[in-house]
């Protein structure tokens, strides 16, 4: 039984009529958010006419997330207007029975073991695409590193043998619905049912997905059985009904809807093609083609999904490779340009490791200063920075009362530039990681979130952050920033707004140090953040 609620919740000063606190939310988020940490454990807040209340205390989010997990529902505004695109996938499905059940079933594809597994053949595709990147010109990394993780995703969700057609379209498909998936988070419900341009577009690339991805799933289960597949050829994609493809919009106009055919540009494709390993003349070949995927595990399940289940999970699990693990390696990229004391030491670290030859997943294990280097990105960035829960009666919470109905937020941002957990927190130090410092951070790093709606993948991120990042370091000797500093840009996650470099396979000239490494810098640090805008760009 709670003991009654006694301590009364303050309101963050600022409301607006009508508006709440929503242009403040929208002008500067970032500061806003962790500016409510003086104003109590639970502050009210206002999201239009209605009230939320934010948790800033990290031993009250853990009773939300963990010790009283049931009265706190997965649900609120942003989590509604996710299940619009995600549908019913692991991230979005209310609790309940279906959600354990789901995420007992894949439970296994994220274990080490299988994840193990697909190792070298995601480092194979990493090593092709970033090697097939031209030197000393300016790359727009945040994309780069969304395309990059895309694609070793795809070789660990369906295979090293998706077909290229398959692959190119998914790569160009998923930046523009992230794009509209930020909209309609950010609009108003009754805006995104209108039928509006962008509305229409939107409903059609994400029936085009769907298409795509039981495509994907159908070649799976022909490599499974032996037979051909429609997928396995581009005129798979033509021919694909799209009759479960959930918002009832035509699949042929879906494609449409992406600019040019989803493909791959030509030169770049010709490129990458040119600095992948050659089949033939490649012992190891023959085993990538036989090899499954990560969702093979659900395809050969005694209970398995519908075809409309395995099409949630699939979108929930690409947006999470896309949205989280390319934000956090550029974000990655840009500390290390700024810090050379890092760079050299992450170098040092591969060397002693790899010595002259190529990475293998089996070496990701002894790379700690890398994690350290990640998990640092992590922390300052994000890379989520707001989540929402429903409590499902009312409740005391640490002495403040939650109505039934009330939206809670909860910040792993605020969470993390916590000063009484992390010293200077704007700085980038990733000692803040060693073993002996760690334990002092426990309960304030919540960007995997916790308890039983932990993200199921962060053993993969973990792996995949630290193949990219250490194939990157390999390929290439030097890289520097060609753009301004990027300041944050919160949306879903914390982005940067603009951030350009080059890559060069030789070093370049030695950069002045310091004795502080987290002072380091040879670029100014980002603002704090700016504003979000409908179209995420």
């Not at 508006?19 to 109590?40: M, N």
């Not at 649900?75 to 499905?93: C, E, N, P, Q, S």
Request: hydrophobic fraction near 40%; proline fraction near 9%; charge should be negative.
């Amino acid at each position: 039984m709670n003991a009654p609620a006694t301590s009364p919740t303050r309101t963050a000063p600022g409301a607006l009529p009508l508006l709440g606190h929503g242009l403040q939310l929208a002008r500067s988020p970032l500061p806003f958010i962790s500016s409510l940490r003086e104003h109590g454990p639970v502050v009210r807040i206002r999201i239009g006419p209605t009230p939320a209340y934010v948790v800033t205390d990290p031993a009250l989010t853990r009773k939300v997330l963990v010790t009283d997990a049931a009265h706190y529902a997965k649900g609120g505004k942003i989590i509604d207007a996710l299940r619009v695109f995600f549908g019913d996938g692991l991230a979005t499905i209310a609790d309940g029975d279906a959600h354990l059940r789901n995420r007992r079933l894949m439970q296994p594809m994220f274990n080490k073991a299988h994840i193990a597994e697909r190792g070298d053949a995601m480092i194979e595709q990493v090593a092709a695409m970033v090697g097939a990147w031209p030197e000393a010109r300016p790359r727009e990394v945040y994309e780069d590193m969304n395309e990059v993780t895309l694609a070793a995703f795809l070789v660990a969700l369906f295979g090293a043998d998706l077909p290229e057609h398959l692959e190119g379209e998914f790569t160009a498909l998923m930046p523009e619905i992230m794009k509209g998936t930020i909209r309609q988070t950010i609009l108003p419900p009754w805006v995104t049912r209108l039928p509006l341009p962008a509305n229409r577009a939107h409903a059609q690339r994400v029936a085009r997905l769907r298409a795509l991805i039981d495509q994907a799933i159908d070649h799976r289960a022909s490599r499974a059985t032996g037979s051909s597949s429609g997928a396995d050829t581009p005129s798979g994609a033509e021919t694909a009904s799209g009759s479960e493809a959930g918002s009832g919009a035509d699949t042929a106009s879906g494609a449409e809807a992406v600019s040019g055919s989803g493909a791959i540009p030509g030169s770049e494709a010709a490129s990458r093609s040119e600095a992948a390993p050659d089949a033939a003349g490649c012992p190891h070949a023959a085993v990538r083609e036989q090899q499954a995927g990560l969702f093979d595990t659900l395809l050969t399940a005694d209970n398995p999904l519908t075809r409309q289940q395995l099409q949630d999970e699939a979108i929930t699990l690409l947006t999470g490779a896309i949205e989280t693990t390319g934000t956090t390696l550029a974000w990655t990229l840009y500390e290390i340009s700024r810090q050379p004391r890092i760079e050299r030491r992450l170098r040092e670290e591969l060397a002693t490791v790899c010595g002259d030859r190529p990475l293998r997943y089996g070496d990701l294990d002894h790379l700690p200063y890398a994690r350290q280097v990640l998990q640092e990105a992590i922390r300052k960035y994000g890379p989520a920075w707001l989540v929402t829960r429903t409590a499902t009666r009312d409740i005391d919470l640490g002495g403040h009362l939650v109505p039934q109905g009330a939206d809670v937020v909860w910040s792993p941002y605020l969470h993390q530039h916590d000063p009484d957990v992390f010293a200077d927190p704007a700085a980038f130090d990733p000692d803040r990681w060693t073993p002996e410092n760690v334990s002092a951070t426990r309960g304030s790093f919540l960007a995997f979130g916790d308890g039983r709606r932990k993200c199921i993948g962060e053993n993969f991120a973990w792996a995949e952050l630290q193949i990219i990042l250490a194939t990157i370091l390999r390929t290439w000797q030097s890289f520097e920033l060609t753009s301004p500093a990027p300041r944050p840009q919160a949306v879903v996650t914390v982005k940067p707004d603009r951030l350009t470099m080059e890559f060069r396979r030789k070093e370049a000239p030695a950069r002045p140090t310091s004795d502080n490494p987290s002072r380091e810098v040879t670029a100014p640090d980002p603002g704090p953040d700016t504003t979000p805008t409908p179209s995420g760009s």
